[in-house]
């Protein structure tokens, strides 16, 4: 059905189901807050693979292979995957789901990827298009610094703002009439940049396409952010957490300060840590919410959580030349099952 | 409605329309085959940009502006743009519609961008989800080159199995209840690899994905070449045409001699103009789509044709870790309007 719900939200009337999910996560993730909340944690990084490249590509392949079995479902089942992550030419996801033999659609959103392939996999099961649908994605530390920012061998330095790209994959089954917590509406956000040029504060960045889709989707359903029980961005950070906030108060009068959790907060303990602003990176919103959030929400100690997911659009030439940062959110609603 | 017919296929009985198409170019596209058909002809690569990366970004804004324009919309009437491009973070198509202030889903398919951009509007537009939507491409044969292969400036020689990558883009604008070329059914495409480790060769790299995507909708769709007045692949060149027509020769007893026509193989005069096994790039196909077929269609010398993007999911560093080339093919079927 997907019905139109002001000028950017979609209703879904069919409330398509996640029918299993898988967060697996590395060795640093593991001695986070979470920990114990995951499906697997990687002693080793490199997942005994050749490169962290190939390691991510499997860390999204094991995401993806628990979720379709946590569902009770087979490649043979699927009708559509929707999946990207943040390395060139997002060969993360394609080594990783190369051999799976399941019809594929490559997204690139950065971080806000796994909000953009629950979206859309809602949409094409609301809809009928899809019996059902996989949204996934994944991030790895090695592989994301040493082609965004320096080798590891380098030892560089960073800087206060920065965010740590979490070393992670998660996995989401979506299914029409399936039983788990629902996918009740979606909104695709709008490419937002107020100039921000450090690349090392991503938070900054991506904090106004976070109040752009979140006063969008308050705003066409005629709610309040005290009709969540949480807000969850991903990934701001502590600094673009602050941002969010502020602008949402200044420019809209919202205040979410009640209900608004990050993703990015959540997954590392960050005093202790080292992570500085918090997590980033495709997989670091994909495992919390895969994990501790969805389980929450199958257990109905959250009955309503409105995910927005935020990714910076900027690549290290785009840096080079002088750019500033364009950003998106886009959002899904998650709902207890009745 | 979009009506899932056999394992694949979706069939979208609301018949959406392409209300306006677009295809800009650069010189040497200017002056090939198909000089007369295009939208705009750059006599400058730079088109005044101070990088080929902006120059890109600048060719599908105004391939996204012409769109528009000849559809007779502007951005305020648009659900949802579905695009991307070959940069790396897809920067040619996020600073390009910067600011066009629209809903927009990135996607990585390479090469197959626009057919997958294509299916996903077709299906977003026929299932209500939303009334009008942008699908949208580029690439730059300098921006390519030197992210991919080698610098310009070092000279480097070319193997004859290469392919041009094209200074192209192109847009379409897809509407419910519009006039205009219409997408009748729509495919998502699996991963194929069959082991090909040649980055020069992307021909014979795609050509099992085209394969299998034009097997799986023949059958789906129980039909045959001959139901179709052109099966339009891009963009294989010549290499990777031979071996597609073997290919489903042998594998799949089917005969494509009769219909087919590719992209890479249209846009240039492959002997005079020094392209090798003929043009690639996501650009490619959507401008040579843009513009020759879809005045063809609307003229309706073409009244059936199956469009099917080839994308190539490598990267220089999957190359480098001596991987394999994982493709994929999405497909259209364009009719003319009754």
């Given at each position: 059905m997907a019905i139109r719900q002001g000028r950017y939200t979609l209703a879904?009337?069919?409330?398509?189901?996640?029918?299993g999910c898988a967060a697996v996560v590395g060795k640093k993730e593991g001695e986070?807050?979470?920990?114990?909340?995951?499906?697997s944690v990687s002693q080793d990084d490199s997942l005994g693979e050749s490169s962290f490249e190939k390691a991510e590509s499997a860390m999204q392949r094991d995401a993806v292979t628990r979720a379709l079995n946590k569902a009770g479902e087979?490649?043979?089942?699927?009708d559509m995957v929707f999946a990207g992550d943040l390395l060139n030419q997002c060969i993360g996801t394609s080594f990783g789901l190369r051999g799976m033999d399941m019809p594929f659609a490559g997204l690139y959103g950065a971080c806000s990827t796994m909000s953009l392939s629950l979206a859309l996999s809602a949409v094409m099961t609301d809809t009928g298009a899809a019996g059902t649908c996989i949204a996934s994605t994944s991030s790895h530390f090695c592989s994301a610094e040493r082609q965004y920012r320096l080798p590891l061998e380098y030892g560089g330095q960073r800087t206060p703002t920065s965010q740590w790209t979490a070393t992670a994959a998660g996995a989401a089954v979506i299914k029409g009439g399936g039983t788990g917590p629902r996918i009740t509406a979606a909104i695709f956000g709008k490419i937002q940049d107020l100039?921000?040029?450090?690349?090392?504060n991503m938070g900054a960045a991506m904090a106004p396409a976070a109040a752009s889709t979140i006063a969008d989707f308050l705003k066409d359903t005629a709610s309040a952010p005290t009709d969540y029980d949480m807000i969850l961005t991903?990934?701001?950070g502590t600094v673009g957490s602050s941002l969010l906030a502020e602008l949402l108060i200044k420019e809209?009068?919202?205040?979410i300060s009640g209900v608004h959790s990050d993703c990015g907060v959540m997954l590392y303990d960050i005093p202790s840590q080292d992570v500085h602003a918090g997590g980033s990176g495709c997989g670091c919103s994909a495992a919390v919410l895969c994990s501790y959030i969805m389980r929450r929400i199958r257990e109905k100690q959250l009955k309503r959580v409105l995910f927005i997911g935020t990714g910076a659009l900027l690549s290290p030439t785009s840096t080079l030349q002088g750019e500033s940062i364009p950003a998106i959110a886009h959002g899904v609603l998650l709902e207890a099952d009745a």
């Open positions: 879904l009337p069919s409330r398509p189901a996640i029918t986070g807050p979470l920990a114990d909340e995951f499906d087979t490649p043979e089942n699927v100039g921000i040029k450090d690349a090392n991903g990934d701001l809209e009068n919202i205040d």
